[in-house]
């Protein structure tokens, strides 16, 4: 009996984004998984810059995957 390589699934990613929303759909891409099968975690909240622009400090997430069990 032949033993072949499992493929290997991360437990987690981490994914920084401009907003948590846009990290969480960089996630989705990634991962080609539907949002009901991740837990997200916000490690930072994005912070704006001067005059309340955009991308001073990327939000970052992580996420796990679900067992069948726990998105049930």
């Avoid at 960089?26 to 837990?39: D, I, Q």
């Amino acid at each position: 009996m032949e033993n072949k390589p499992r493929k290997m699934t991360p437990k987690h990613i981490e994914i920084e984004g401009r907003t948590v929303e846009e990290a969480i759909k960089k996630a989705l891409k990634e991962l080609k998984m539907p949002r009901e099968r991740l837990k997200v975690e916000i490690l930072t909240d994005e912070q704006k810059g001067l005059f309340g622009m955009p991308g001073a400090k990327l939000a970052k997430i992580r996420v796990s995957i679900l067992r069948n069990k726990e998105s049930a």
